[in-house]
């Protein structure tokens, strides 16, 4: 069974540049969410679609963040415009239902901002 | 305080030592709790669910007390493979949207040694 696929797997950017990043889950998986991990950290989640319905973006920082799931399976999570800060690791992760047993992640794409 | 709490380390171990890591949150609604091990530049990946009964695998033990809000891992016999971040998870209910959530901690780094 395949995993879940990310790309681009790297990234670098200069500052106020836009950037997207995509993610495909598992098959069958319906949840789906975006985490950034910074160096050092644990990944903190960014956005959570159940199906195409975002049901928790909270901590999406929305005055540049945007992501969308239109037919609730691939995802695509953008910045516009792009800042030093936001260099990190996105990660895509998903899980059949709710996270009781758990999600799986994709390799993530690693974003420079210079 | 955060929510989910870990000694960053590193433990820097010989190989063949037991090593445990321990962990602390602050929701006492949590339900459900993992530990995932995330290689360098690599994606987490979950290692094991963490039961009140506590539950093993191989090598591995995981430890719930739910009184003291406090899970923890238990490494035997340590391998040089078993170098990696060990993260811990709590997967607590969304009040408001509905679902659950992961939360994880900073993750505790381990170095087995010749």
């Known amino acids: 069974e395949a995993g879940v696929v990310q790309s681009p797997r790297y990234k670098i950017i200069e500052k106020k540049q836009p950037v997207a990043f995509w993610c495909n889950p598992i098959?069958?998986?319906?949840?789906l969410y975006w985490y950034r991990q910074n160096l050092g950290q644990g990944p903190e989640l960014l956005i959570r679609?159940?199906?195409?319905?975002?049901?928790?973006d909270s901590q999406l920082p929305k005055d540049r963040f945007s992501a969308e799931r239109l037919k609730g399976v691939d995802s695509t999570l953008k910045i516009q415009p792009a800042e030093l800060g936001d260099s990190a690791v996105y990660l895509c992760?998903?899980?059949?239902?709710?996270?009781?047993?758990?999600?799986?992640f994709g390799p993530g794409t690693r974003l420079l901002v210079l | 305080r955060k929510e989910v709490e870990q000694d960053p380390g590193p433990f820097n171990v010989p190989e063949g030592a037991t090593v445990a890591f321990n962990c602390t949150y602050s929701?006492?609604?949590?339900?459900?709790f993992f530990w995932y091990r995330q290689d360098c530049r690599k994606e987490p990946k979950l290692l094991m669910s963490?039961?009140?009964s506590g539950n093993e695998d191989g090598r591995f033990t995981a430890q719930l007390n739910r009184a003291s809000q406090y899970i923890s891992l238990l490494i035997r016999d340590s391998k040089l493979s078993d170098s990696a971040t060990y993260l811990c998870?709590?997967?607590?209910?969304?009040?408001?949207?509905?679902?659950?959530?992961?939360?994880f901690g900073t993750g505790t780094q381990l170095k087995v040694e010749l």
């Open positions: 992760a998903s899980s059949q239902g709710d996270t009781s047993e758990g999600q799986y």
């Open positions: 098959s069958g998986h319906n949840t």
């Open positions: 679609y159940e199906n195409e319905e975002a049901v928790d």
């Open positions: 929701n006492s609604a949590s339900q459900s």
């Open positions: 963490v039961y009140s």
């Open positions: 998870v709590v997967n607590t209910e969304v009040l408001t949207g509905g679902g659950n959530k992961l939360t």
